[in-house]
């Protein structure tokens, strides 16, 4: 089942914060998560694991809730580079592919 | 360079014919995936395949169709048999750590307009 990301879509001024969540209804092992420019590659950022391990980019912050099975993506003095769509990818205990919420789509302006 | 690559980068087709839609990495990984995306849709797993000669429906894989004969390659069809095939599709590869899902590496994708 694909895990619920919100807000669907955020405008930012250079330099302000944001926060993107995303939430699943089944037990997670862990999430991933992914930034995608327009007409290009989603990107790697993240990956939290179910025991608190973290894989990814020193800027980027995240969190990993497992009991309520939700993460959340921290973005801090937010700069134009930032813009685009993120997504998160979640796996289940015994799964090996990942399901991808529907996309944020973040505009940094200046 | 190591990276991931597919071909081509747009594609044409007319209703009722297949296309291969090629896939290829020199990243050394094992595990490969291809992925479909539709404007407000994220992105949906066709296939994916873990090892050589052996891959696994994803979400949608009706109308579709892989093979999986070298570690860096993972063509895949697209059949007349797919009712709504035009989108844009990702071609994914990854390591495997512990057998878990590793850093996913997305290839240009391919856009399939079908006429």
């Known amino acids: 089942q694909q895990p619920v990301q919100s807000p669907q879509a955020v405008i930012l001024r250079e330099g302000e914060d944001a926060v993107i969540n995303c939430s699943s209804s089944k037990a997670l092992y862990s999430v991933h998560w992914y930034r995608q420019k327009h007409g290009e590659a989603p990107v790697f950022l993240m990956i939290l694991l179910k025991g608190g391990e973290q894989k990814g980019h020193e800027k980027i912050s995240a969190s990993f809730n497992e009991k309520k099975q939700q993460s959340s993506l921290y973005l801090t003095a937010s700069q134009l580079s930032y813009s685009g769509t993120y997504f998160c990818?979640?796996?289940?205990?015994?799964?090996?592919?990942?399901?991808f919420g529907k996309g944020t789509k973040l505009s940094v302006i200046p | 360079d190591g990276g991931i690559t597919q071909s081509p980068k747009y594609l044409f087709r007319k209703e009722g014919q297949n296309v291969t839609l090629s896939c290829e990495q020199n990243?050394?990984?094992?595990?490969m995936y291809w992925y479909r995306q539709d404007p407000g849709q994220g992105l949906r797993l066709i296939y994916y395949?873990?090892?050589?000669?052996?891959?696994q429906k994803g979400d949608i894989a009706e109308g579709y169709s892989v093979s999986r004969e070298k570690k860096e390659s993972f063509p895949l069809t697209v059949t007349s048999a797919q009712k709504n095939p035009t989108a844009f599709y990702l071609c994914a590869s990854s390591m495997k750590p512990s057998g878990r899902i590793g850093e996913q590496f997305f290839g240009p994708g391919t856009r399939l307009t079908v006429l």
């Open positions: 395949s873990q090892i050589v000669n052996d891959f």
């Open positions: 990243l050394n990984h094992d595990a």
């Open positions: 990818g979640t796996d289940g205990a015994g799964s090996y592919q990942l399901t």
